[in-house]
């Protein structure tokens, strides 16, 4: 199973690479054609796919192993959610959101079909000296 997400993540990575290295305008437009290309990929699938990329980027920028959702999910975005990425190949993810109601989305995350796991720490941004992460705490959630 394809997972967009992270095929986006790659190619994009790679154009920062070629933009970086590139040595006309000519490569620098093409580096910036490609990530754009690779990011109209995710536009075609809508706004619930949009939500999942900008986590799944900042999830690999801060070198966490999984995706982390760290912000507020809506409840009316969840089941979406979670069929986009099991649709994705995408198998488990983390919540770390600390809003108030983030017990309640987990609950329907858990209606929705997935398994609240065990919980773990994520990198949630480089610290103030940009020497490691600073940590935050998540729910593992499993999707079945």
Same mark, same amino acid.
């Given at each position: 199973?394809?997972?967009?997400?992270?095929?986006?993540?790659?190619? +994009?990575?790679?154009?920062?690479?070629?933009?970086?290295?590139?040595?006309?305008?000519?490569?620098?437009? =093409?580096?910036?054609?490609?990530?754009?290309?690779?990011?109209?990929?995710?536009?075609?699938?809508?706004? %619930? =796919? $949009?939500?999942? $990329?900008?986590?799944?980027?900042?999830?690999?920028?801060?070198?966490?192993? %999984? !995706?982390?959702?760290?912000?507020? +999910? $809506?409840?009316?975005?969840?089941?979406? !959610?979670? =069929?986009?990425?099991?649709?994705? /190949?995408?198998?488990?993810?983390?919540?770390?959101?600390?809003?108030?109601?983030? %017990?309640?989305?987990? $609950? !329907?995350?858990?209606?929705? /079909?997935?398994? +609240? /796991?065990?919980?773990?720490?994520?990198?949630?941004?480089?610290?103030?000296?940009?020497?490691?992460?600073?940590?935050?705490?998540?729910?593992?959630? %499993?999707?079945?």
């Amino acid at each position: 199973m394809t997972n967009i997400f992270e095929e986006t993540y790659n190619t +994009i990575a790679e154009a920062k690479k070629a933009y970086k290295a590139a040595t006309t305008a000519e490569e620098r437009d =093409a580096a910036r054609d490609t990530a754009k290309a690779a990011e109209d990929r995710i536009d075609e699938l809508g706004d %619930i =796919a $949009w939500k999942i $990329w900008r986590a799944y980027e900042k999830s690999r920028d801060n070198e966490n192993k %999984i !995706l982390d959702f760290d912000d507020i +999910i $809506w409840d009316r975005d969840v089941e979406a !959610l979670t =069929a986009c990425m099991k649709e994705n /190949g995408i198998k488990a993810f983390t919540y770390s959101c600390r809003a108030t109601d983030a %017990i309640e989305t987990l $609950w !329907l995350f858990k209606e929705a /079909g997935c398994t +609240i /796991g065990e919980m773990v720490e994520v990198n949630l941004r480089k610290d103030f000296f940009g020497k490691g992460y600073e940590k935050g705490h998540a729910f593992k959630m %499993i999707l079945n």
